[in-house]
């Protein structure tokens, strides 16, 4: 199983990215994680049928996924210097964890991408 993120980079508070992971097989059950210096990884959002979202995120980012493309994607709008960090595909153990909040939780994560940078700035 191989995770393959992209579309991290440097942006100004205020402004928009787009990240995006790439998966070798399919999954119905994937994830969003970031993790800032020094702290520890935390979920930013999930996917099945359905998506859920960090508490932090207060509708500024949306979550989706192309099967056929096999593509995992993340819109993050009105970004804030505290979203800086590094931000992580993931797929939990259990399908079923994307229909809870364990989808969001680090433990419940069995493959991790490598991760792409992300810098606010302002």
């Known amino acids: 199983a191989q995770l393959l993120e992209s579309g991290g980079g440097s942006v100004q508070a205020g402004g928009s990215l787009t990240l995006s992971c790439t998966y070798s097989?399919?999954?119905?059950?994937l994830a969003w994680f970031r993790q800032a210096p020094g702290q520890e990884r935390e979920g930013v959002a999930s996917?099945?049928?359905?998506?859920r979202y960090g508490d932090f995120v207060k509708g500024r980012f949306a979550i989706s996924k192309d099967n056929a493309k096999r593509t995992l994607v993340l819109q993050m709008d009105t970004l804030k210097p505290e979203d800086t960090g590094v931000y992580y595909c993931?797929?939990?153990?259990?399908?079923?964890?994307?229909?809870?909040?364990?989808?969001?939780?680090?433990?419940?994560?069995?493959?991790w991408g490598q991760g792409t940078p992300v810098t606010v700035t302002g």
């Open positions: 097989a399919y999954y119905r059950c």
């Open positions: 993931a797929v939990p153990t259990l399908e079923s964890a994307c229909d809870s909040a364990a989808g969001l939780r680090p433990q419940s994560i069995s493959i």
């Open positions: 996917i099945n049928s359905v998506a």
